[in-house]
T-cell receptor, first 111, second 113 residues
Framework: GNSVTQMEGPVTLSEEAFLTINCTYT??????LFWYVQYPGEGLQLLLK?????DKGSNKGFEATYRKETTSFHLEKGSVQVSDSAVYFC??????????FGKGTRLHILP | DAGVTQSPTHLIKTRGQQVTLRCSPK?????VSWYQQALGQGPQFIFQ???????QRGNFPDRFSGHQFPNYSSELNVNALLLGDSALYLC????????????FGEGSRLTVL
């Protein structure tokens, strides 16, 4: 079946550090891939997405590239800010339109 | 423009009771999905409603049921509550499910004692 595995948290970084949150998936066919973010006190919101192999999604300085050969969609940001502290969820959607989420990775950015 | 709103925000029930959670989708959205998020876990898909019909369902027992009204708002009902039903219940709306872009409410936190 379809599933998403992402790195365990919490991840703690200093401001301006480089961020990588790993995500791998298992799916039949060619799913669409997403990163959702949940800021403290807010609902989940879409951060970025990619719909086919080699696509790069980007938003707010975050990037992730759809790698079919490694079934991965790692989230990266070159210089994190305190305001990036949140829980990040990797997710996939296959042809059935159900969105499957990973367990989430909590990110703490220290000033 | 109001986003997705859910009520109540918190509630406490005892085992065996029934609960109803409510959701109003974002303006212009016609599809509502419900998710269960246990502590420290990602959201798990319960079901999706479109045009007042259940369109998709995840691996949840029949104790979980729902409804969508003509104004696109939705309810989630859970019967015969178990301790394991304690979780944050999230409602998400969308205008085109093919995009995968869901707009989430802040959730209803259910505690079953």
């Amino acid at each position: 079946g379809n599933s998403v595995t992402q790195m365990e948290g919490p991840v703690t970084l200093s401001e301006e550090a480089f961020l990588t949150i790993n995500c791998t998936y298992t799916a039949t066919g060619y799913p669409s891939l997403f990163w959702y973010v949940q800021y403290p006190g807010e609902g989940l919101q879409l951060l970025l997405k990619a719909t086919k192999a080699d696509d790069k999604g980007s938003n707010k300085g975050f990037e992730a590239t759809y790698r079919k050969e490694t079934t991965s969609f790692h989230l990266e940001k070159g210089s994190v800010q305190v305001s990036d502290s949140a829980v990040y969820f990797c997710a996939l959607m296959n042809r059935d339109d159900k969105i499957i989420f990973g367990k989430g990775t909590r990110l703490h950015i220290l000033p | 423009d109001a986003g997705v709103t859910q009520s109540p925000t918190h509630l406490i029930k005892t085992r065996g009771q029934q609960v109803t959670l409510r959701c109003s989708p974002k303006s212009g959205h016609d599809t509502v999905s419900w998710y269960q998020q246990a502590l420290g876990q990602g959201p798990q898909f319960i079901f999706q409603y479109y045009e007042e019909e259940e369109r998709q369902r995840g691996n949840f027992p029949d104790r979980f049921s729902g409804h969508q009204f003509p104004n696109y708002s939705s309810e989630l009902n859970v019967n015969a509550l178990l301790l394991g039903d304690s979780a944050l219940y999230l409602c998400a709306s969308s205008w085109d499910v093919n995009t995968g872009e869901l707009f989430f409410g802040e959730g209803s936190r259910l505690t079953v004692l």
